[in-house]
C-alpha cells in the first residue's frame, strides 16, 4: 500500500521561528511532491511543489526533496500567526496512477505571538 | 487564475436520501477531475477518478453503487451520494486537473481543488 507519513503533532512555534514539516513516502517511484495548508473546514490550498532532488525556495517556504531518502520537507522562515493551519503532503504516483494524490495525514502547525 | 468550484457548499439531509454534489471548472478544460472525503481531523481520502465520457475509477473499498460519479462535460462532474446514512457525513472535495496545464518544468498537470461541501446526514 503506498504511504505517505507526515511527523506527528501538533507543532506549536513562536513568531518569527522557523518551523520545520517533514514527510516520508514509500512509493520509491513517485513522481512530484506537494505541499498544501489547510485551514480548518476549508479545502487545501497549494504552497509548493517539487519534483527534484535538492532545494526550492518560493518566499518564505523552502521544499526539500531526497529521493534516496524517501524524504521531503517544508521549511517556513519567519514564521507568522497566519500560518497557523494543517499542511499536508501530498504525493503524485505518476504512471498508471498519474494525477493521483495520496495525502498524507497531515501536521498542525500554530504559530503563537 | 483557474477557478474549481463545487454546489452546494452544505447540505443536510435525512437519513435514505440521495444528494448530488456539483464540481465544476469554471475557466478550464478538465478531462479528469478527482473526488475526495475527508472526516473531521483526518486527511483527504481519494475516492474516485472521474474521466469525461467514461466510468469513473474507485479507489479499493469505495462502493460504486452507492457514490455515482458522472462527468458528463468537459467542466462538470457530479458526485451522488445515494440512501445516504449519518456515515457518509463528511466534507467532500474535488479537484481538476487543468488538460495541458503543466507544473513549471514538470509532465505533471496543475490540479484545483474546489473549496468543499460539506454533508450532514441526520
Known amino acids: 500500500q503506498k504511504e505517505v507519513e507526515q511527523n506527528s503533532g501538533p507543532l506549536s512555534v513562536p513568531e518569527g521561528a522557523i518551523a520545520s514539516l517533514n514527510c516520508t513516502y514509500s512509493d520509491r517511484g513517485s513522481q512530484s511532491f506537494f505541499w498544501y495548508r489547510q485551514y480548518s473546514g476549508k479545502s487545501p490550498e497549494l504552497i509548493m511543489f517539487i519534483y527534484s532532488n535538492g532545494d526550492k525556495e518560493d518566499g518564505r517556504f523552502t521544499a526539500q526533496l531526497n529521493k534516496a531518502s524517501q524524504y521531503v520537507s517544508l521549511l517556513i522562515r519567519d514564521s507568522q500567526p497566519s500560518d497557523s493551519a494543517t499542511y499536508l503532503c501530498?504525493?503524485?504516483?505518476?504512471?498508471?496512477?498519474?494525477?493521483?494524490?495520496?495525502f498524507g495525514q497531515g501536521t498542525i502547525l500554530t504559530v503563537h505571538p | 487564475g483557474a477557478v474549481v468550484s463545487q454546489h452546494p457548499s452544505w447540505v443536510i439531509c435525512k437519513s435514505g436520501t440521495s444528494v448530488k454534489i456539483e464540481c465544476r471548472s469554471l475557466d478550464f478544460q478538465a478531462t479528469t477531475m478527482f473526488w475526495y472525503r475527508q472526516f473531521p481531523k483526518q486527511s483527504l481520502m481519494l475516492m474516485a477518478t472521474?474521466?469525461?465520457?467514461?466510468?469513473?475509477?474507485?479507489e479499493q473499498g469505495v462502493e460504486k453503487d452507492k457514490f455515482l460519479i458522472n462527468h458528463a462535460s468537459l467542466t462538470l462532474s457530479t458526485l451522488t451520494v445515494t440512501s445516504a446514512h449519518p456515515e457518509d457525513s463528511s466534507f467532500y472535495i474535488c479537484s481538476a486537473r487543468r488538460d495541458g496545464f503543466r507544473l513549471a518544468g514538470t509532465s505533471t498537470d496543475t490540479q484545483y481543488f474546489g473549496p468543499g461541501t460539506r454533508l450532514t446526514v441526520l
Open positions: 501530498a504525493v503524485n504516483a505518476g504512471g498508471t496512477s498519474y494525477g493521483k494524490l495520496t
Open positions: 472521474s474521466n469525461e465520457g467514461s466510468k469513473a475509477t474507485y
